[in-house]
């Protein structure tokens, strides 16, 4: 039993051994870690009150004052992509969880309920997944005026047919398992197979995927502020950055830039961080379940 | 021994292999020495984990990417195919070293028709298009395929499982190899196709002079096939002799205990069969001493410290300290009466309760799968869009009675286990279950019931949820019944101490358990509810010889101490004959005979049942199978039902009466009923 159990912890620690000498994956949890970081802890990081305006400072280059400059109210540019960073993560974490959460329910019902039931989500999945992110926001929220909980609704909407899809699949084949009819011959509930015996079971690749999925939501929140349609001036958003950077791109180019590169640094930080866990956690490459 | 060394084709000495794991260095192979002697079949048997398929694949360099040679060499003619490099192997395989795969299905491509797949075989050679394809029509014609010149062209899907393996050994065939290595070649196959096989392999043998190297567990099929043998345990050679010298005349306690262990040699009726308790040593572990030491019956304490000296005799070599040296035993090996293995005095338990109310009756069961979609059937006019997989089934279980289902794959069996336990719809009959009719059930009144109704599956380790552990898939059972007010510790410990599985146990995960330990797990889960009766769905598939007699016994224990019936359902034929009180044959879902279960081995009725019985290979080399030629072909497929009787395509004895009409059940005893026009023994005898 114990050498049992320092196997099993040498298989772990082979597997952090190999994630860590991994050059991508190191650099993934760096970014991602920053990420998480600057977010939680903006309000004590940021060096001015991101909305505080500062008339005399306005449209001031980079400098050891202003490290990412002004904005032509003279608010400092770094504070506000940091408290922006607090609106993107508020949104992948939500949204990514929440999405997560119901694809992988709907998945595992498509997968293991009936053949109609099958067909009617995968039908509403694909004519979710047909619809632009950005034209069905634009269009409700001409229906429902610009706000933050538009564009999170809109996320977890449009992101839900990926993760239920690779739920379904995965579900799909567990189905005729043995493991699952001894269970249905035990008596089990329909609820409780799903939730105790498939789930463990498929949620595996679905987290990669949320991984992955974080800077897809994350450039949707940014892309939408962009237009105007999610978060609401004064609040920092790195969208509203890139806006506000955009119609003084000639003068103070440093705004697009500062807002653009955490943008590029979370896609990289969590693409990399992905791709290692897939490779390290992927059925064919390791030893089985 | 010497003196045959110029007709050895190919010679393994000291062949020694490491696997490179994250579990650490398995040690895999050590030392591994044998001659292949030229036009010979040598067999290498060993349970799972002996490494006999890594010393099969090491000779035609065909090793895992994490395999490393550490030493040896594997000679073929002047060649030692272990450091020939890459060109120089491509040169031999196939042309002069070939291979027959365990399953056809997943060694032939399926988007090639053979004729396709057989004249790339023979790409070396300077041939016409037409002249490849004329070989691959004789060699098809040679191992048996009906119909040589069309069938050719058909494609692996549209064979059956026989024909595939067939057609397997005859593209290995083509190229007329000197050495052709067969790996567990019968393995997917049923009883009556293995005997076909063999017969085969032998033929071919004869015909084109091959040495055939097979690999296997099954000591019925080395016993008929091969000439010479060589045991294999946990990565080395115990023992290696002349068939008959191995099986008659066995001198290394393993082998001695494996031959004692095969249920086809046990004639008594006793329940408990023979088990060499323990399991295979850690081979990432430093080993010292006899690598069978810690699971022999006659070990002695030096055996775990000293080597064993290698001792030869007329026709081999063993291994062991009882043979030669100090530690010498003259009374070894004692004479073959003398059970050497651990086995339990088994009280010959007769079936106490033989005229109670039946606990389960199934009358006139029938289940039917669909073939197409209801629409697509009414436009093009079917009248029957399904197939019967269980046609008029009708079984009596009583309580504390074990009855065995037994038929070749493809016969409705597990069909029918399922059905009973209302994991399956059935299109008619009825199903009681202490009177009431609990068929087509719905899942909400049928649950009460799930607790007196529980199922063991086929495969031990496939049919645990695999991120669950074993304490917690133990408890499961109680927890979806309502466990208010049990400990579930205390519970999960009962019942590991039930089924004998070590409490350590229950902190471990479904992949960590050996095939036996899991199959306990499943006992376990079983038994949780106290059922009144137990499915249980090849109970020893997948557990080797040695450990199976240990799950069947405890199972019969159980049932002594639970009053539990049992519905075995197995193709295991030796296996039933000591578990069993009752038979059932089962042919394309429908039941031809049933009776106890002497009766039906001593006198069968049905013309199948006795192929059956007679098909079951006997690990006794002067005993091989005489009437391989009685039972001809495979089970037909359900969409192709004979109209008469189900047999009859098959059957040496058809009439034509046979192929009219289905034959009806008769009673010949009180408690014996078959399914044939013109039964085996009472043809001459009319009743009524």
Same mark, same amino acid.
């Given at each position: 039993?114990?050498?049992?159990?320092?196997?099993?912890?040498?298989?772990?620690?082979?597997?952090?051994?190999?994630?860590?000498?991994?050059?991508?994956?190191?650099?993934?949890?760096?970014?991602?870690?920053?990420?998480?970081?600057?977010?939680?802890?903006?309000?004590?990081?940021?060096?001015?009150?991101?909305?505080?305006?500062?008339?005399?400072?306005?449209?001031?280059?980079?400098?050891?004052?202003?490290?990412?400059?002004?904005?032509?109210?003279?608010?400092?540019?770094?504070?506000?992509?940091?408290?922006?960073?607090?609106?993107?993560?508020?949104?992948?974490?939500?949204?990514?969880?929440?999405?997560?959460?119901?694809?992988?329910?709907?998945?595992?019902?498509?997968?293991?309920?009936?053949?109609?039931?099958?067909?009617?989500?995968?039908?509403?999945?694909?004519?979710?997944?047909?619809?632009?992110?950005?034209?069905?926001?634009?269009?409700?929220?001409?229906?429902?005026?610009?706000?933050?909980?538009?564009?999170?609704?809109?996320?977890?909407?449009?992101?839900?047919?990926?993760?239920?899809?690779?739920?379904?699949?995965?579900?799909?084949?567990?189905?005729?398992?043995?493991?699952?009819?001894?269970?249905?011959?035990?008596?089990?509930?329909?609820?409780?197979?799903?939730?105790?015996?498939?789930?463990?079971?498929?949620?595996?690749?679905?987290?990669?995927?949320?991984?992955?999925?974080?800077?897809?939501?994350?450039?949707?929140?940014?892309?939408?502020?962009?237009?105007?349609?999610?978060?609401?001036?004064?609040?920092?958003?790195?969208?509203?950055?890139?806006?506000?950077?955009?119609?003084?791109?000639?003068?103070?180019?440093?705004?697009?830039?500062?807002?653009?590169?955490?943008?590029?640094?979370?896609?990289?930080?969590?693409?990399?961080?992905?791709?290692?866990?897939?490779?390290?956690?992927?059925?064919?490459?390791?030893?089985?379940? | 021994?010497?003196?045959?060394?110029?007709?050895?084709?190919?010679?393994?000495?000291?062949?020694?292999?490491?696997?490179?794991?994250?579990?650490?260095?398995?040690?895999?192979?050590?030392?591994?020495?044998?001659?292949?002697?030229?036009?010979?079949?040598?067999?290498?048997?060993?349970?799972?984990?002996?490494?006999?398929?890594?010393?099969?694949?090491?000779?035609?360099?065909?090793?895992?990417?994490?395999?490393?040679?550490?030493?040896?060499?594997?000679?073929?003619?002047?060649?030692?195919?272990?450091?020939?490099?890459?060109?120089?192997?491509?040169?031999?395989?196939?042309?002069?070293?070939?291979?027959?795969?365990?399953?056809?299905?997943?060694?032939?491509?399926?988007?090639?028709?053979?004729?396709?797949?057989?004249?790339?075989?023979?790409?070396?050679?300077?041939?016409?298009?037409?002249?490849?394809?004329?070989?691959?029509?004789?060699?098809?014609?040679?191992?048996?395929?009906?119909?040589?010149?069309?069938?050719?062209?058909?494609?692996?899907?549209?064979?059956?499982?026989?024909?595939?393996?067939?057609?397997?050994?005859?593209?290995?065939?083509?190229?007329?190899?000197?050495?052709?290595?067969?790996?567990?070649?019968?393995?997917?196959?049923?009883?009556?196709?293995?005997?076909?096989?063999?017969?085969?392999?032998?033929?071919?043998?004869?015909?084109?002079?091959?040495?055939?190297?097979?690999?296997?567990?099954?000591?019925?099929?080395?016993?008929?096939?091969?000439?010479?043998?060589?045991?294999?345990?946990?990565?080395?050679?115990?023992?290696?002799?002349?068939?008959?010298?191995?099986?008659?005349?066995?001198?290394?306690?393993?082998?001695?205990?494996?031959?004692?262990?095969?249920?086809?040699?046990?004639?008594?009726?006793?329940?408990?069969?023979?088990?060499?308790?323990?399991?295979?040593?850690?081979?990432?572990?430093?080993?010292?001493?006899?690598?069978?030491?810690?699971?022999?019956?006659?070990?002695?304490?030096?055996?775990?410290?000293?080597?064993?000296?290698?001792?030869?005799?007329?026709?081999?070599?063993?291994?062991?300290?009882?043979?030669?040296?100090?530690?010498?035993?003259?009374?070894?090996?004692?004479?073959?009466?003398?059970?050497?293995?651990?086995?339990?005095?088994?009280?010959?338990?007769?079936?106490?309760?033989?005229?109670?109310?039946?606990?389960?009756?199934?009358?006139?069961?029938?289940?039917?799968?669909?073939?197409?979609?209801?629409?697509?059937?009414?436009?093009?006019?079917?009248?029957?869009?399904?197939?019967?997989?269980?046609?008029?089934?009708?079984?009596?279980?009583?309580?504390?009675?074990?009855?065995?289902?037994?038929?070749?794959?493809?016969?409705?069996?597990?069909?029918?286990?399922?059905?009973?336990?209302?994991?399956?719809?059935?299109?008619?009959?009825?199903?009681?279950?202490?009177?009431?009719?609990?068929?087509?059930?719905?899942? =909400?009144?049928?649950?009460?019931?799930?607790?007196? /109704? !529980?199922? &063991?599956?086929?495969? +031990?380790? $496939?049919? %645990? #949820?695999?991120?669950?552990?074993?304490?917690?898939?133990?408890?499961?059972?109680?927890?979806?019944?309502?466990?208010?007010? =049990?400990?579930?510790?205390?519970?999960?410990?009962? /019942? !590991?101490? &039930?089924?004998?599985? +070590?409490? $350590?146990? %229950? #902190?471990?995960?479904?992949?960590?358990?050996?095939?036996?330990?899991?199959?306990?797990?499943?006992?376990?889960?079983?038994?949780?509810?106290?059922?009144?009766?137990?499915?249980?769905?090849?109970?020893?598939?997948?557990?080797?010889?040695?450990?199976?007699?240990?799950?069947?016994?405890?199972?019969?224990?159980?049932?002594?101490?639970?009053?539990?019936?049992?519905?075995?359902?197995?193709?295991?034929?030796?296996?039933?004959?000591?578990?069993?009180?009752?038979?059932?044959?089962?042919?394309?879902?429908?039941?031809?005979?049933?009776?106890?279960?002497?009766?039906?081995?001593?006198?069968?009725?049905?013309?199948?049942?006795?192929?059956?019985?007679?098909?079951?290979?006997?690990?006794?080399?002067?005993?091989?199978?005489?009437?391989?030629?009685?039972?001809?072909?495979?089970?037909?497929?359900?969409?192709?039902?004979?109209?008469?009787?189900?047999?009859?395509?098959?059957?040496?004895?058809?009439?034509?009466?046979?192929?009219?009409?289905?034959?009806?059940?008769?009673?010949?005893?009180?408690?014996?009923?078959?399914?044939?026009?013109?039964?085996?023994?009472?043809?001459?005898?009319?009743?009524?």
């Amino acid at each position: 039993m114990p050498e049992d159990r320092e196997s099993a912890g040498r298989e772990r620690r082979e597997k952090l051994k190999r994630f860590l000498t991994d050059w991508q994956a190191v650099t993934g949890l760096v970014l991602v870690v920053l990420f998480f970081a600057s977010a939680i802890f903006a309000p004590w990081i940021a060096p001015y009150d991101p909305n505080a305006m500062d008339i005399p400072a306005r449209m001031s280059g980079p400098t050891w004052v202003h490290i990412a400059g002004t904005d032509q109210l003279g608010r400092d540019t770094f504070s506000r992509i940091l408290h922006g960073g607090r609106v993107a993560l508020y949104i992948a974490a939500i949204g990514v969880s929440a999405s997560l959460a119901i694809g992988l329910v709907l998945g595992m019902i498509a997968g293991y309920g009936p053949r109609w039931l099958d067909n009617l989500l995968l039908l509403a999945f694909d004519a979710v997944r047909s619809l632009p992110a950005v034209i069905l926001a634009l269009a409700t929220v001409a229906l429902t005026g610009p706000s933050l909980t538009v564009v999170l609704a809109i996320v977890i909407l449009t992101t839900i047919p990926s993760y239920g899809r690779v739920a379904r699949t995965a579900t799909l084949a567990l189905r005729h398992t043995e493991f699952i009819l001894a269970e249905r011959s035990l008596g089990a509930s329909t609820s409780r197979i799903l939730f105790q015996h498939v789930m463990p079971n498929v949620i595996g690749p679905l987290l990669i995927l949320a991984a992955m999925e974080v800077p897809v939501v994350v450039s949707i929140e940014a892309g939408l502020s962009f237009l105007g349609i999610g978060v609401l001036p004064p609040q920092a958003s790195w969208g509203t950055i890139l806006n506000e950077g955009y119609l003084v791109i000639r003068d103070a180019p440093w705004m697009v830039i500062a807002g653009g590169i955490p943008l590029i640094l979370t896609t990289l930080g969590f693409t990399f961080l992905g791709e290692a866990l897939r490779d390290i956690f992927d059925p064919r490459m390791g030893r089985g379940r | 021994m010497k003196d045959l060394a110029n007709n050895t084709l190919l010679n393994i000495e000291g062949l020694t292999l490491d696997f490179l794991t994250n579990r650490g260095r398995v040690k895999a192979l050590r030392d591994i020495a044998f001659p292949v002697r030229k036009g010979r079949i040598l067999g290498i048997v060993g349970e799972s984990g002996s490494g006999k398929s890594t010393v099969l694949w090491s000779i035609l360099g065909l090793l895992a990417g994490n395999a490393q040679v550490t030493a040896g060499r594997v000679d073929y003619g002047d060649k030692n195919l272990l450091t020939l490099n890459a060109e120089g192997l491509r040169a031999l395989r196939g042309e002069e070293i070939s291979v027959v795969f365990q399953d056809p299905m997943t060694s032939q491509i399926p988007v090639l028709p053979y004729a396709q797949q057989m004249s790339d075989i023979l790409y070396r050679r300077s041939m016409s298009e037409a002249d490849k394809r004329k070989a691959a029509v004789d060699m098809l014609r040679r191992v048996g395929i009906p119909d040589p010149e069309s069938r050719v062209d058909a494609y692996p899907h549209e064979f059956s499982g026989g024909m595939r393996q067939r057609a397997g050994i005859a593209m290995s065939m083509l190229t007329g190899p000197n050495l052709l290595l067969a790996d567990e070649p019968t393995t997917a196959l049923d009883v009556t196709m293995e005997a076909q096989m063999i017969d085969l392999m032998r033929g071919l043998r004869d015909d084109f002079e091959t040495t055939i190297v097979v690999v296997s567990h099954n000591l019925g099929l080395i016993a008929e096939m091969c000439d010479d043998v060589v045991v294999m345990y946990a990565g080395e050679v115990v023992e290696t002799g002349e068939v008959h010298d191995i099986f008659h005349n066995a001198r290394h306690p393993y082998t001695r205990a494996l031959l004692e262990c095969d249920p086809a040699r046990i004639t008594d009726v006793s329940r408990k069969l023979p088990v060499i308790p323990g399991d295979i040593p850690d081979l990432t572990a430093s080993l010292s001493g006899c690598i069978f030491a810690s699971r022999c019956q006659k070990a002695l304490p030096a055996c775990s410290t000293t080597a064993p000296p290698l001792v030869e005799r007329g026709t081999g070599i063993a291994r062991c300290h009882l043979l030669e040296g100090p530690l010498a035993d003259p009374s070894w090996p004692p004479p073959a009466e003398v059970s050497t293995v651990m086995r339990d005095t088994g009280k010959t338990l007769e079936a106490s309760v033989k005229d109670a109310k039946p606990l389960l009756e199934v009358r006139d069961l029938n289940v039917q799968f669909r073939t197409m979609g209801a629409m697509k059937s009414r436009l093009r006019g079917v009248e029957r869009p399904f197939v019967d997989a269980v046609l008029d089934v009708s079984l009596d279980i009583r309580p504390s009675e074990t009855l065995a289902l037994v038929g070749e794959s493809g016969s409705g069996k597990t069909t029918l286990g399922r059905t009973i336990l209302n994991l399956q719809d059935a299109a008619g009959g009825s199903v009681r279950f202490e009177g009431n009719d609990i068929r087509n059930m719905s899942e =909400r009144r049928f649950k009460p019931l799930r607790r007196d /109704l !529980a199922m &063991m599956f086929q495969d +031990p380790v $496939g049919s %645990l #949820s695999p991120r669950k552990s074993v304490r917690a898939l133990i408890t499961e059972p109680l927890l979806i019944h309502g466990a208010e007010g =049990r400990n579930l510790d205390f519970e999960a410990e009962r /019942l !590991a101490d &039930m089924v004998r599985l +070590p409490r $350590g146990f %229950l #902190s471990r995960y479904p992949h960590e358990l050996s095939g036996g330990q899991a199959r306990r797990v499943g006992v376990a889960r079983a038994l949780a509810l106290n059922p009144r009766l137990i499915v249980a769905d090849e109970p020893t598939a997948g557990l080797d010889v040695s450990v199976q007699g240990e799950i069947l016994n405890l199972m019969a224990d159980l049932q002594e101490e639970h009053g539990l019936s049992y519905l075995i359902i197995t193709h295991n034929l030796p296996v039933v004959r000591h578990i069993a009180d009752r038979i059932a044959i089962m042919y394309l879902g429908r039941i031809v005979e049933e009776g106890p279960a002497a009766e039906v081995f001593a006198r069968p009725a049905h013309p199948y049942t006795r192929a059956l019985v007679e098909g079951v290979p006997q690990p006794d080399p002067d005993r091989r199978r005489q009437n391989t030629g009685t039972i001809k072909g495979e089970v037909p497929s359900l969409l192709r039902r004979p109209k008469g009787c189900d047999f009859a395509t098959r059957c040496p004895l058809a009439r034509d009466a046979c192929r009219e009409a289905k034959p009806e059940h008769r009673q010949i005893a009180p408690d014996h009923r078959h399914a044939c026009l013109f039964p085996l023994r009472y043809a001459d005898q009319q009743i009524t």
